[in-house]
T-cell receptor, first 111, second 120 residues
Framework: GQNIDQPTEMTATEGAIVQINCTYQ??????LFWYQQHAGEAPTFLSY????GLEEKGRFSSFLSRSKGYSYLLLKELQMKDSASYLC????????????FGTGTLLAVQP | NAGVTQTPKFRILKIGQSMTLQCTQD?????MYWYRQDPGMGLKLIYY???????DKGEVPNGYNVSRSTTEDFPLRLELAAPSQTSVYFC???????????????????FGDGTRLSIL
């Protein structure tokens, strides 16, 4: 199976930087996604890593290391609206286009 | 475009009742998915479809059935509702163009707003 693990909860301060980790025990996947999900809403796409390394998009960056089975999402200049759950998901393309999600990390941004 | 539309938004069922959760998309996407999300957890894939007439099991298919008679519609059926099926159900669709997925304006999987189902 695919074990995809994330910390359950994290707390950070407005204006700070926070790193949310995701570890997995699987192989043969096409890439890794990060989604943001506010309470009571559907997930929304944040980033997609195919190759090892860092992908930067504004305040959000995502990193992937396939050899280490590890990814992280980096959020800079935190804002109160960043309080949400962050889900990493391993993507299996080819004939299925399946996403297998991790358990999610609930981030609380405090003033 | 409406995107992915799920109905109903909320529903309460009694144990043993059956119901169908509706999902339709107007983006002509080949791929459609059903997920469930329990409180404080990630999404679990129930069933998915790679095109009309083709369906396959995901991680947690037991207790559910699906059909895909058209490209647009992908209903999820609960035959004998059980308390363990109390959850939020999300339908999603996607189009196969991996080269486009780096663009945040073109999400890899478009999600519906969810159906909140309680079984008592």
């Amino acid at each position: 199976g695919q074990n995809i693990d994330q910390p359950t909860e994290m707390t950070a301060t407005e204006g700070a930087i926070v790193q949310i980790n995701c570890t997995y025990q699987t192989s043969g996947f096409n890439g890794l996604f990060w989604y943001q999900q506010h309470a009571g809403e559907a997930p929304t796409f944040l980033s997609y890593n195919v190759l090892d390394g860092l992908e930067e998009k504004g305040r959000f960056s995502s990193f992937l290391s396939r050899s280490k089975g590890y990814s992280y999402l980096l959020l800079k200049e935190l804002q109160m609206k960043d309080s949400a759950s962050y889900l990493c998901a391993v993507f299996y393309g080819g004939a299925t286009n399946k996403l297998i999600f991790g358990t999610g990390t609930l981030l609380a941004v405090q003033p | 475009n409406a995107g992915v539309t799920q109905t109903p938004k909320f529903r309460i069922l009694k144990i043993g009742q059956s119901m169908t959760l509706q999902c339709t998309q107007d983006m002509n996407h080949n791929y459609m998915y059903w997920y469930r999300q329990d409180p404080g957890m990630g999404l679990k894939l129930i069933y998915y479809s790679v095109g009309a007439g083709i369906t396959d099991k995901g991680e947690v298919p037991n207790g559910y059935n699906v059909s895909r008679s058209t490209t647009e519609d992908f209903p999820l059926r609960l035959e004998l509702a059980a308390p363990s099926q109390t959850s939020v159900y999300f339908c999603a669709s996607s189009y196969v163009l991996p080269s486009e997925w780096g663009d945040t304006s073109n999400q890899p999987q478009h999600f519906g707003d969810g159906t909140r189902l309680s079984i008592l």
